[in-house]
């Protein structure tokens, strides 16, 4: 009888990665077919902050295979990268972003990405799968891609990061970018330029390339130069290896599963959707979910002309990771990074104080951050509000920051809103940072500072976020001394059977489970 041999855990790969997640009993599949258009994200949200999910038949795309809720689950993805805690998470994270591993350069024949070259019949939406999040959009957007810069258009380093598509017109596809994001740096930089710009869009990417890709406006961090492949490197413990494209003067990502080359014409505006066009109106008609948790909206966009596609080979069935917005999975991949990054920030400022950063979904994405610290001395009263107004400098349109003390578990709301209420004077620990600074036009309250003008970048003004200081006045420990109940002095087996102790605990809800697990 054959002996199965254990996989070992994988990041090289998505492919890899997927085969180790079903060894341990961590992956939903299914051989029915799946349509992208709406169902994909129908199951997805039904089964949000589960396991990940693996189409192996995809309607309309018999050489694909589909994955999503990848990053749903952060105790599945504490497990594939080694992280202990989220604390260590945040920590060793950090640590990566600042010490990169560069990426490796591999020849053609090496690369997995480039099994198969084709420079005719370049229709992206046969080769790449588009998907419909919801009924409210009139069009299928490409949104698992990354964009991959490397070298000159990025001042010698590296970029990776999402952008959505729509492949309108066989080979051109609108190619959308945040403003103040470094595509939009990139393109803004090069816009009156006598030429395109080449790049690539990747698909199906070793899981810490995706990680890295989803980080945004944490720039101070990662600033246009830096390294964000070799970050990515540094958290799967080994270079990225990259190829060069075969048709324009670009690099990939060598491991990834499908490959868009081509250039971007930033002065080649279209819009992102026939419904808009027709109007002339940027942001009124509803396209692709947006991370605010509200629907976004169709624009005039820069365009991206696809002059070659490769892949893996067909019999393999390249994977796309697909993934709605504004759930667990985009969540996961967009905050990770940014949570490392914030505590980045804070420590460079002040060595020692910030403890942890958590972006809890509620706070969509780019939205807000709760920072724990630690205070030391007097003077730290005054360096913890410098974070506050530090993090939401430096994250464009940044709404809401908190910062709390190390008795706060800032993985539970409930904690968080029991702190606001008894740690913070509404006179003086509120503050408005940054009003009339640049912001996020898919918060629909900032589009509305555009009046009655079109709802775009250049019509809105971010009206200032919100600060919170909530913490204890360094000092004062003992009068907001919370209580600690004897909990390890007693044990409910001396009075209970383990199963009447199941039935009474399976009633508990919310915060008592975290204050009877601490004795709070």
């Known amino acids: 009888m054959a002996v199965p041999v254990k996989i070992e855990r994988s990041v090289q790969t998505l492919r890899g990665t997927l085969e180790w997640l079903k060894q341990e009993g961590l992956l939903l599949e299914t051989d029915v077919p799946v349509d992208p258009d709406l169902e994909v994200t129908g199951v997805q949200k039904q089964l949000d902050g589960s396991y990940p999910l693996l189409f192996k038949h995809v309607k309309g795309y018999p050489h694909a295979q589909a994955v999503t809720n990848l990053f749903a689950n952060m105790g599945i993805v504490d497990r594939l990268f080694g992280w202990e805690t989220p604390v260590a998470r945040t920590h060793k994270l950090a640590h990566a972003l600042t010490h990169p591993i560069p990426p490796a350069e591999v020849p053609h024949g090496e690369a997995p990405c480039q099994e198969e070259v084709i420079t005719t019949d370049l229709d992206v939406n046969k080769y790449v799968v588009a998907i419909r999040h919801t009924e409210l959009e009139s069009e299928r957007t490409i949104g698992s891609g990354n964009s991959v810069v490397v070298g000159p258009y990025f001042h010698g380093g590296s970029h990776i990061g999402y952008n959505r598509m729509n492949a309108r017109w066989g080979n051109v596809c609108t190619f959308q970018s945040a403003p103040g994001g470094h595509m939009w740096q990139i393109i803004t930089e090069h816009y009156r330029d006598d030429k395109p710009i080449p790049l690539t869009m990747c ?14 406006f944490d720039y ?14 540094a958290v799967q413990g080994f270079p990225v290896r990259i190829v060069k494209a075969r048709t324009v003067d670009a690099w990939a990502v060598a491991d990834c599963e499908l490959v868009l080359e081509g250039e971007i014409h930033p002065r080649d505006k279209r819009y992102e959707t026939a419904e808009a066009e027709a109007a002339d109106t940027q942001g009124r008609f509803p396209f692709h979910p947006e991370w605010a948790g509200y629907m976004g909206k169709a624009y005039r966009a820069s365009t991206f002309h696809v002059t070659g596609i490769t892949m893996r080979r067909r ?20 905050t990770t990074v940014r949570e490392s990054a914030i505590f980045e920030l804070c420590e460079r400022l002040q060595p020692g104080i910030v403890q942890d950063v958590n972006i809890p979904f509620p706070m969509t994405d780019w939205g807000g951050c709760i920072i724990q610290v630690k205070k030391r001395l007097k003077t730290d009263d005054g360096m913890v509000r410098n974070f506050l107004v530090a993090a939401m ?40 940072p940054i009003p009339g600074g640049a912001g996020q036009t898919f918060i629909p309250e900032e589009r509305l500072t555009a009046g009655d003008r079109q709802w775009t ?34 044990t409910l087996e001396k009075f ?15 915060w008592v489970e975290l204050l009877a697990r601490t004795g709070r």
């Open 203 to 216: 698909f199906g990417l070793p899981p810490a390339a995706t990680l890295i890709a989803g980080g945004g």
């Open 220 to 233: 101070v961090i990662l600033p246009r130069g830096g390294d964000e492949l070799g970050a990515a490197g």
């Open 315 to 334: 019999q393999s069935k390249p994977i796309f990771y697909l993934l709605g917005v504004h759930m667990l999975d985009c969540h996961n991949i967009d």
């Open 393 to 432: 400098a430096c994250s464009q349109g940044m709404r809401l920051a908190i910062v709390v003390d190390g008795d706060v578990d800032i993985y539970n709301m409930d904690e968080i809103i029991w702190c606001l209420t008894t740690r913070v004077n509404p006179r003086t620990d509120i503050l408005n």
């Open 457 to 490: 970048a250049m019509n809105t003004r971010f009206e200032g976020g919100m600060a919170i200081d909530a913490t204890v006045p360094f000092g004062y420990d003992t009068d907001f001394q919370r209580p600690v109940y004897p909990i390890q002095r007693v």
């Open 496 to 510: 209970f059977k383990a199963e009447e102790i199941a039935r009474g605990k399976s009633l508990m809800r919310g």
